[in-house]
């Protein structure tokens, strides 16, 4: 089976941090995977900028090893890739100072008619100044667009200004704030799964939906990100955009099309229909922890203090917390999420787990049943797997037995799997926003999550340690096993 590739217009698109960590991991090495499959139309060029001088010729070296060292994959001949190496430029800029912008102008100067994408992979403080001085240099067209990163923010406050500085240059539509989750090939499929199919609508709701996990776990620690991880941590870094928006479209509401606002308003309402974080809820619903030394895979391991050189730091590696929908669809269904690093295993999904059966007919000797799981998987490996009771093979009587219908994308399509960021990239050249964030999301997400961070300030409660290579802190574990109910641990 192939996929199918849909060509996009002529394009420009400047990288602002093209030497960056970013660039060089997913976004040139997207851009070349999507040049290689024919998307990218002769006429795109690629525009690197940041403050180090460099030749076009270094910045082409600088791709050509990008690329080999993080393009998955690749099968292309060496005149593809001189093809992609080919459509690269560079120019050096100052982000807080005019200098080099002068460069820039010139590099647009005869391209004002295709679009043109502004790829902010540098950090928030910047994205004022630089969305400033496009617009003091007339570089924003009406077919411009501008890309910015999270974390959009460190609280609501901080987020509305960032927006306000954007907003000062960039309309709404042509904003678009990235989260890569959105992007993978699975959490579309959620939306596929839903309402694409009948036979899951009429179950997805509170009376026949026991509770819902969502799980991000790494096994990395902070590694070379230790500076900003500190001022961030976990609920800021991965529970306020990433889990969230999974949530999102976990329970949304069936939008009434597939057109972008249709599908943000329904997971507006969902962010805004979440019982707040407040009262006995901040205690009792919630759990932090940072990790301490322990083994991994590779071997042992430091715990966070030590990486970090800092005793005192309480900012939290592991968030595990309770949240509530509510709505008339979900009232009374918990939602449980939890994202940590130093854990067992890489993985990411989403669990929906059913209710038992209301009667059991068969009796003791055909075994016990076990309730419907449907098990959503974002990585390593993405697919879907149900879980169903069937009767066990072969004579003797009724028994029954538990299997998976398992579903891995990989292996039923037997293609390559297209990076999240590749999407991304070319629906922001589509001009489709889907997938992508609108200031009022950002804005509700924040004004629940703002509670919590205001309550560990006041609190000044250190997180609580775990073992890195366990799944978090005790009380993780207690905070859903008090209900009745278990993690589902290890994509078991």
Same mark, same amino acid.
């Given at each position: 089976?192939?996929?199918?590739?849909?060509?996009?217009?002529?394009?420009?698109?400047?990288?602002?941090?093209?030497?960056?960590?970013?660039?060089?991991? @997913?976004?040139?090495?997207?851009?070349?995977?999507?040049?290689?499959?024919?998307?990218?139309?002769?006429?795109?060029?690629?525009?690197?900028? +940041?403050?180090?001088?460099?030749?076009?010729?270094? /910045?082409?070296?600088?791709?050509?090893?990008?690329?080999? +060292?993080?393009?998955?994959?690749?099968?292309?001949?060496?005149?593809?890739?001189?093809?992609? %190496?080919?459509?690269?430029?560079? $120019?050096?800029?100052?982000?807080?100072?005019?200098? &080099?912008?002068?460069?820039?102008?010139?590099?647009?100067?005869?391209? @004002?008619?295709?679009?043109?994408?502004?790829?902010?992979?540098?950090?928030?403080?910047?994205?004022?100044?630089?969305?400033?001085?496009?617009?003091?240099?007339?570089?924003?067209?009406?077919?411009?667009?501008?890309?910015?990163?999270?974390?959009?923010? @460190?609280?609501?406050?901080?987020?509305?200004?960032?927006?306000?500085?954007?907003?000062?240059?960039?309309?709404?539509?042509?904003?678009?704030?990235?989260?890569?989750?959105?992007?993978?090939?699975?959490?579309?499929?959620?939306?596929?799964?839903?309402?694409?199919?009948?036979?899951?609508?009429?179950?997805?709701?509170?009376?026949?939906?026991?509770?819902?996990?969502?799980?991000?776990?790494?096994?990395? &620690?902070?590694?070379?990100?230790?500076?900003?991880?500190?001022?961030?941590?976990?609920?800021?870094?991965?529970?306020?955009?990433? %889990?969230?928006?999974?949530?999102?479209?976990?329970?949304?509401?069936?939008?009434?099309?597939?057109?972008?606002?249709?599908?943000?308003?329904?997971?507006?309402?969902?962010?805004?229909?979440?019982?707040?974080? $407040?009262? #006995?809820?901040?205690?009792?619903?919630?759990?932090?922890?940072?990790?301490?030394?322990?083994? +991994?895979?590779?071997?042992?391991?430091?715990?966070? %203090?030590?990486?970090?050189?800092?005793?005192?730091?309480?900012?939290?590696?592991?968030?595990?917390?309770?949240?509530?929908?509510?709505?008339?669809?979900?009232?009374?269904?918990? /939602?449980?999420?939890?994202?940590?690093?130093?854990?067992?295993?890489?993985?990411?999904?989403?669990?929906?787990?059913?209710?038992?059966?209301?009667?059991?007919?068969?009796?003791?000797?055909?075994?016990?049943?076990?309730?419907?799981?449907?098990?959503?998987?974002?990585?390593?490996?993405?697919?879907?797997?149900?879980?169903?009771?069937?009767?066990?093979?072969?004579?003797?009587?009724?028994? %029954?037995?538990?299997?998976?219908?398992?579903?891995?994308?990989?292996?039923? /399509?037997?293609?390559?799997?297209?990076?999240?960021?590749?999407?991304?990239?070319?629906?922001?050249?589509?001009?489709?926003?889907?997938? /992508?964030?609108?200031?009022? #999301?950002?804005?509700?997400?924040?004004?629940?999550?703002?509670?919590?961070?205001?309550?560990?300030?006041?609190?000044?409660?250190?997180? @609580?340690?775990?073992?890195?290579?366990?799944?978090?802190?005790?009380?993780?574990?207690?905070?859903? #096993?008090?209900?009745?109910?278990?993690?589902?641990?290890?994509?078991?």
């Amino acid at each position: 089976m192939t996929t199918r590739i849909i060509p996009v217009e002529d394009f420009d698109l400047v990288i602002f941090g093209a030497t960056g960590d970013l660039s060089q991991r @997913k976004l040139l090495p997207a851009l070349f995977h999507r040049d290689e499959q024919g998307q990218i139309p002769p006429g795109a060029c690629i525009i690197g900028t +940041s403050r180090r001088a460099m030749s076009n010729e270094e /910045f082409r070296n600088f791709a050509a090893a990008a690329i080999d +060292s993080h393009a998955k994959f690749m099968k292309a001949t060496p005149e593809v890739v001189e093809r992609f %190496l080919n459509r690269l430029s560079y $120019t050096a800029a100052e982000a807080t100072q005019d200098e &080099g912008w002068i460069g820039l102008e010139k590099e647009l100067a005869d391209r @004002k008619d295709v679009v043109r994408v502004f790829y902010l992979a540098v950090a928030p403080e910047l994205f004022g100044d630089i969305c400033g001085r496009l617009g003091q240099h007339h570089l924003v067209t009406p077919k411009s667009r501008v890309v910015v990163e999270k974390p959009l923010g @460190k609280d609501g406050a901080s987020a509305e200004a960032l927006n306000d500085a954007i907003g000062k240059v960039f309309q709404e539509p042509a904003i678009y704030r990235i989260d890569h989750y959105l992007g993978k090939e699975t959490v579309q499929n959620l939306m596929a799964l839903r309402f694409a199919n009948v036979l899951f609508e009429p179950v997805w709701n509170h009376n026949y939906v026991d509770h819902v996990q969502i799980t991000v776990a790494e096994t990395l &620690g902070v590694e070379g990100r230790a500076g900003y991880y500190d001022t961030s941590g976990a609920l800021r870094d991965m529970v306020q955009n990433h %889990l969230l928006q999974l949530l999102c479209l976990t329970v949304m509401e069936p939008p009434s099309s597939l057109d972008a606002n249709a599908v943000r308003d329904e997971k507006l309402k969902v962010l805004k229909s979440l019982r707040p974080m $407040t009262g #006995e809820r901040l205690q009792s619903h919630i759990v932090r922890g940072q990790y301490r030394a322990g083994a +991994s895979s590779q071997g042992p391991v430091a715990g966070y %203090l030590d990486e970090l050189g800092n005793p005192v730091s309480t900012t939290e590696t592991f968030v595990a917390l309770k949240a509530e929908v509510g709505s008339w669809r979900w009232n009374g269904t918990p /939602f449980y999420l939890r994202t940590g690093k130093r854990l067992p295993q890489r993985v990411s999904e989403i669990v929906v787990q059913f209710r038992d059966i209301p009667h059991n007919v068969f009796g003791r000797a055909a075994g016990p049943t076990m309730p419907n799981q449907l098990v959503i998987r974002l990585q390593p490996d993405e697919g879907v797997k149900l879980d169903i009771m069937i009767k066990d093979p072969g004579p003797g009587g009724m028994r %029954l037995t538990h299997v998976p219908l398992d579903m891995s994308f990989r292996e039923s /399509f037997n293609v390559r799997n297209p990076d999240a960021y590749e999407r991304l990239l070319m629906d922001v050249v589509r001009g489709n926003q889907t997938l /992508f964030m609108r200031r009022d #999301e950002v804005a509700a997400a924040w004004a629940w999550v703002d509670p919590i961070l205001d309550h560990w300030k006041a609190a000044q409660d250190a997180p @609580k340690a775990y073992t890195s290579g366990t799944w978090g802190p005790a009380a993780s574990v207690a905070l859903i #096993e008090r209900d009745g109910r278990t993690w589902h641990d290890g994509g078991a």
